[in-house]
């Protein structure tokens, strides 16, 4: 019989590193602390945007290469990806926003007012110039996590909920910590950064696309989701407190919604989150061995991103005690 994996958290990272081991053959028991999926899970509030080359503008190179690979890898795995690209625009004073975006990334067409009206109808004269990215898709995170764990279950692996286990007290061969900040005493050099966003619900505007509205202080996406709701998000707090949102984030998500289309200021608050992201220095994932437990951490805002990549480098580690994947340290047990 194969040796049993555990994997400890049941957030994006934990859920694909089990589908991946599940897809190789092996078998796997989840533990997951909260009493339901995403009930713990700083992914529970994620914009859900597979986005590699606008990531790009402020990321490092191996974010936008290895996000390459999450489009096809959630559809094979969950479905549900949407592929209707990336559009991204600035108010007419905020231009020069959008030609150093443009600078910093690749992959996209420049396109004109008429151009953006003819993808998003409802920003029809709002802006004048914006790049589009094709290549790019979205999500729906709590469909998709959701999605994944039942179809775990429903391919054999074991899935304990309300189950707050630390890598000392299983009997596994292999353990895969993908506890996020909570792994913090065992990887000192993890930090919180904290993400705030709002769910809004409007019948007065459609997307068919994430959009991004570049200002100089704080950027917003606006991603749709299904029944006319809206996540708009973007804060980057240096802390690792998860539970308030302040005033002034609350003050500059919804202006920036507004200016993105005044409808939104009829729009229904459906929902205010905040978590904390957890990230190393180089704000770049990490996988790190140590004895039998491989620690996978560290993805920063990327989760839904770069999860794939990461959860087929720990099933390679897993499964190959000689292989050594690209974000693998090794450290001494």
Request: charged share 25%; net charge negative; hydrophobic share 50%.
């Amino acid at each position: 019989m194969e040796p049993t994996i555990a994997v400890i958290g049941a957030g994006v990272v934990g859920l694909a590193c089990a589908a991946e081991l599940v897809a190789r053959g092996a078998r796997v028991v989840i533990h997951e602390r909260g009493s339901r999926i995403g009930a713990e899970a700083c992914s529970w509030f994620a914009g859900g945007m597979l986005a590699p080359w606008c990531e790009g503008e402020s990321a490092e190179e191996p974010v936008v290469r290895l996000g390459r690979e999450a489009a096809d890898w959630w559809q094979r795995h969950a479905g549900g990806v949407v592929r209707n690209g990336t559009l991204v625009v600035a108010p007419s004073r905020d231009r020069a926003e959008l030609s150093r975006f443009g600078q910093r990334t690749d992959h996209f067409s420049e396109i004109d007012g008429e151009a953006i009206a003819a993808l998003e109808p409802d920003l029809a004269g709002r802006f004048a110039r914006g790049l589009f990215f094709a290549g790019e898709a979205h999500l729906d995170p709590r469909r998709t996590i959701t999605a994944l764990a039942e179809r775990l279950v429903a391919q054999g692996a074991a899935l304990h909920l309300g189950s707050a286990a630390e890598p000392a007290d299983l009997d596994a061969a292999i353990v895969l910590d993908c506890r996020g900040l909570a792994a913090r005493e065992a990887l000192p050099e993890l930090r919180g950064v904290k993400g705030e966003m709002l769910l809004l619900r409007s019948d007065e505007i459609a997307l068919a696309r994430p959009v991004r509205l570049l200002h100089p202080r704080i950027p917003l996406y606006v991603v749709p989701r299904a029944d006319g709701l809206f996540m708009v998000g973007a804060t980057m707090i240096e802390s690792g407190e998860r539970r308030r949102i302040s005033a002034r984030a609350m003050l500059e998500l919804l202006g920036a919604a507004y200016a993105l289309h005044p409808a939104f200021a009829e729009a229904e608050v459906v929902e205010i989150g905040t978590d904390a992201r957890p990230a190393f220095p180089d704000n770049l994932p990490r996988l790190t061995r140590r004895g039998r437990v491989i620690h996978v951490n560290g993805l920063y805002r990327h989760g839904f991103l770069l999860s794939p990549a990461m959860a087929r480098m720990a099933a390679d580690a897993v499964l190959d005690p000689q292989a050594k994947p690209e974000m693998l340290h090794d450290l001494a047990a």
